[in-house]
């Protein structure tokens, strides 16, 4: 049974194959239908349950479309109507969906309800997003850097904003792949120090700033999300303190002549991202969103044992 939670469920040769499979099949579909299925249709007659207490759109769709290319289906539940919402426990849900369903995909805010998913499933768990973290994200963020020429051991990445979900995947990465995070973050905000602990027993180097400049400096990709996440209130404390870590022209200027802006969406412009970056040629957030399908499609392979 493989379980995709966290990149860690996944070593770096796992994740390795994941991204050389996203290529392949990226390639080969060159000006396809997006609906035509894969010559090879590797899940076919697979159903995968994707379940949904968090709102989504690359998520939603990334997942719909890549078991569709696979030659399977997906079937969308929300717990504003299903019996989650009525307060069936997350273990009960499992149990039915492990007799319905041949993996199951959580988009949730709690990552203990993953967890427990994972504990009483039957079938593959795909961690669609917690609170913690957010791996299928960065599977597809590492697919976006390579695409662009980018060699990920001794990538020098730099992250703006808060500590987040986002970044803890980002930190568990460098860790697989022996690449550096700088972290340019007000205090209080930083990311969740079991990720920052993990990654430099593992070689990477992590380092924490709270100087935007000093955390883009020189750097080969830059990563910022938005400020307030999903079920977080709009505290007017936060978004003061976040203002310094804004990404735009002027900051940018301080990495390397090509580095790349990565966001994974949806972006509060104005906010975190001025307009001039994140429709610059330095940014590759569109080719990151359509690289969702490809990630996918790799991460759905492997939890079904077939990478």
Known sequence: MRHFLNLADADADAIAAMLADALDRKKARKDWPKGKVDED??????????????????????FDMAMRQLGGSAIVLDSSNTQLGRGETIADT??????????????TDDHEKAQTMSNHADVPVINGLTDLSHPCQIVADLLTIIEHGKALPGLQIAWLGDGN?????????AGLFKSDVRIGVPPGYEPDQGFCDAA????????????AVEAVQGADVVVTDTWVSMGQADSKAKLAAMAPYQVNEALMAHAKDDALFLHCLPAHRGEEVTDAV???????????????????????RWVFGQI
């Open 200 to 211: 430099r027993s593992k070689g990477a180097t992590i380092r924490l700033t709270h100087d």
């Open 94 to 107: 499992a149990r039915v969906l492990s007799r319905m369903a041949d993996a199951i995909m959580l988009r």
């Open 278 to 300: 994140i429709d610059s040629k330095a940014s590759a957030v569109w080719d990151e969103a359509e690289n969702r399908i490809h990630a996918q499609k790799s991460v759905l």
């Open 165 to 173: 979900n986002v970044l803890n995947s980002i930190v568990e990465a």
């Open 41 to 62: 249709s590797p899940l076919a007659d697979h159903v995968l349950a994707m379940v949904f207490e968090k709102s989504s759109t690359r998520t939603r769709v990334s």
